[in-house]
């Protein structure tokens, strides 16, 4: 969480009721203590390393793979916000909870997962290779999945390229159940056919906020310490 106190910006990070039920979790390097609530005058260290440095070569693709004018760059959260901080010696991903944007809707950006897989089909790369920025796509729920009975497939026209994150696939499932019909899209965002799997495609996903809908509303959601306001 990221506020202003005067004119100084305050970051405060607490843990979720996630970090007790998930098996084999260990706390971040510093921040041991799960009832506690970490404050901080800059970005903390274990979310600014999942950044790529500015001193890489590819940093100005990396702004360009997430939709984002290297001329001007976003600030760190935003930018970790969009490109999920993925590392490839963990499996943490960092994401937004959604609110309604100005017009009281669902607004979201999220890259594909679980393209590297799909990709071994060679219908899928014609697929991402003849795909444009605007291009619709289509979510299809999956209750029969058996990993997540709650995973949410994206398709490009009959073509199956991969699936919505984890972490949103109740909301968007709930979302595509309740939202009336044409008021769910998902469109091609960002193709990058020169970035590593995990930010090939980024796509929008605009549907309706439906009254009593609170995103991120699990139990493992929840913040173990209560947030005070500063």
């Not at 984890?166 to 899209?185: H, I, K, M, Q, W």
């Amino acid at each position: 969480m990221r506020s202003s106190v005067g004119n100084a910006v305050i970051y405060r990070f607490s843990y979720t009721e996630g970090a007790r039920s998930l098996e084999g979790f260990r706390p971040f390097d510093g921040m041991t203590n799960l009832e506690a609530v970490y404050h901080s005058e800059a970005l903390f260290p274990v979310l600014l390393n999942r950044l790529l440095p500015k001193s890489r070569p590819e940093y100005n693709d990396f702004l360009r793979w997430n939709d984002f004018n290297p001329a001007d760059p976003p600030e760190p959260l935003v930018l970790l916000q969009r490109s999920e901080g993925i590392k490839k010696t963990d499996a943490v991903e960092v994401f937004p909870c959604p609110v309604p944007d100005d017009h009281g809707c669902y607004l979201n950006y999220f890259f594909v997962h679980g393209m590297r897989y799909q990709l071994d089909r060679s219908e899928a790369v014609q697929a991402l290779s003849q795909m444009h920025s605007g291009d619709r796509l289509t979510l299809r729920c999956e209750p029969d999945n058996p990993v997540d009975p709650f995973a949410v497939a994206i398709d490009s026209g009959s073509t199956h390229i991969g699936y919505a994150p984890r972490y949103l696939a109740y909301d968007l499932t709930r979302l595509l159940r309740d939202c009336p019909s044409g008021t769910v899209n998902l469109f091609a965002q960002k193709v990058n056919s020169d970035a590593p799997f995990q930010q090939r495609l980024l796509c929008r996903f605009q549907g309706c906020w439906p009254a009593d809908f609170k995103p991120c509303s699990g139990p493992e959601f929840e913040v173990i310490p209560e947030l005070v306001e500063v």
